[in-house]
């Protein structure tokens, strides 16, 4: 957890709720399929567990988020543009959402699927 002080209290900010941001705003970024475990252990976990941060890792340092994304891209589309514009979206949406600044965002992919045409 991320403590922050004001002057009323104290602030707590999980890792589990900057997954849970990271996750819906790599979703909803164009070119995503969806969300992968980072290794077969994990993702035989999250699978039983149904855990909506599948395929997110945040990593604290003392003032800023590192955030790892696990994604399945649509077959067809660029790449690394794809990869550009998640990055700079779930950035985005965690630093307006949380306050916290975001170091990096790395992203990794681990697949790519052709979607349903029909």
């Known amino acids: ?6 002057p009323i209290g104290s602030i707590y ?9 990271a996750s819906q705003s790599a979703l909803e970024s164009y070119g995503i399929v969806g969300l992968a475990s980072k290794n077969l252990a994990s993702g035989l976990s999250h699978v039983l567990t149904k855990d909506p941060i599948l395929g997110v890792d945040v990593f604290f340092d003392n003032t800023s988020v590192t955030i790892d994304l696990y994604l399945i891209i649509e077959y067809g589309t660029r790449i690394k543009s794809v990869a550009d514009n998640v990055s700079e979206f779930v ?5 307006k959402t949380t306050g916290l600044t975001v170091k990096e965002v790395n992203v990794h992919v681990r697949g790519l699927r052709i979607s349903n045409t029909d």
Do not use: L
Not at 1 to 6: A, I, R, T, V
């Open 1 to 6: 957890m991320n403590p922050s002080d004001n």
């Open 13 to 21: 900010i999980s890792h589990r709720s900057i997954a849970s941001i």
């Open 91 to 95: 950035k985005y949406q965690i630093e």
